[in-house]
């Protein structure tokens, strides 16, 4: 499933390369040349003005990285290099010293339908290990708001997220849970190794809830962004500065806490916990109607691709912000798109 780093100079490496090489077997890409060019004007930025005197012979590390599941070979700057060209363009919005803190830091989230989008965005932005968890798979369906295609339905979402992001880095360190958050491994996705945020956007009550009363024992804190029609609610709760939190920085009643734990009786009944989880008041109209529509005029919840965008953009934004150390405290925030214009 991982892409295949492939050193040349070792033996093994390079008898594999020349197979694939090898009457074509492989579509190779090598912009080697490019690369080094940009890494070049990267480490002295003053070539800019004076590219003649760029050095394109100078010597670099390089390596092939093999993507089975493209059948396609990539001609690379080693780790460190293509690292730091990767990044480059994030100066000086995100500083040397906040890079090196989200390359510390390890993400675990769980569920990649709203969690791809975040996912992806934190990968662009940094080197930061993520551990993933869904047991859905692609649907046509998902295509109004999942960045995919065609060749992409059936495929595990955490396995299709976890191959986007390789395709930006191949050296990115993420673990996947094909099997999404059970209860047989929910302690091991937060605790083997310990995470240090936990990114929830699942869909099952139960767990949506279990993960957070064990990531609020071990001092995780948690983020969820919830789509509100066009628009998105933040759900921040520091887990990791006050152990006395309630679920969803006191947002979540203690009502509906007992009845998701409790079990709903009926698909009517789950519909409308899903619903009453946020609370009706902070939902838009439009969106809050769906509900009682879905098993009727719908077949789902509606979601739209603005608000998984947006969605994403906003768990990247929040998830750097404390891993970097800004004051992000818990509670609500919302985001609106219908409120821009006005």
Request: glycine share 6%; hydrophobic share 40%.
């Amino acid at each position: 499933m991982k892409p295949l780093i492939l050193n040349i100079e070792r033996t093994k490496d390079k008898k594999f390369f020349s197979v694939l090489v090898k009457n074509k077997k492989a579509r190779i890409v090598d912009e080697i040349g490019e690369q080094i060019k940009e890494v070049e004007l990267v480490k002295n930025p003053k070539l800019l003005f004076h590219p003649e005197k760029l050095n394109l012979n100078k010597k670099y590390g390089t390596v092939w990285i093999y993507y089975p599941w493209r059948n396609t070979l990539v001609h690379s700057l080693n780790e460190k290099d293509f690292r730091l060209l990767r990044t480059s363009r994030n100066k000086n919005l995100i500083t040397d010293s906040e890079q090196k803190k989200m390359e510390k830091f390890r993400v675990g989230i769980a569920g990649l339908n709203v969690g791809n989008p975040g996912a992806v965005c934190l990968a662009l932005e940094g080197n930061i290990a993520m551990k993933m968890a869904d047991n859905d798979v692609l649907s046509v369906s998902n295509l109004n708001r999942f960045r995919a295609g065609m060749c992409d339905i059936g495929l595990n979402k955490a396995v299709l997220t976890a191959r986007q992001i390789w395709e930006i880095n191949p050296f990115a360190k993420l673990e996947v849970f094909e099997s999404g958050i059970t209860k047989e491994n929910i302690a091991e996705f937060l605790l083997k190794p310990k995470i240090d945020i936990l990114v929830e956007e699942m869909d099952h009550l139960g767990f949506k809830v279990a993960i957070r009363e064990l990531a609020r024992k071990n001092g995780i804190p948690v983020v969820m962004v919830t789509g509100n029609g066009e628009n998105v609610i933040i759900d921040v709760e520091r887990f990791d500065l006050n152990p006395r939190l309630p679920l969803l920085a006191g947002y979540l009643r203690k009502d509906i806490i007992e009845a998701i734990k409790n079990g709903p009786t009926s698909l009517r009944g789950k519909i409308e916990l899903s619903r009453d989880f946020m609370g009706v008041k902070y939902l838009r109209p439009r969106l809050v109607s769906s509900f009682s529509l879905v098993g009727t005029k719908l077949a789902g919840i509606p979601q739209i691709a603005e608000s998984s965008f947006l969605r994403g953009a906003a768990i990247s934004y929040v998830v750097r912000q404390i891993a970097v150390g800004a004051k992000v405290p818990s509670g609500r925030y919302y985001l609106c798109l219908d409120d821009a214009l006005r």
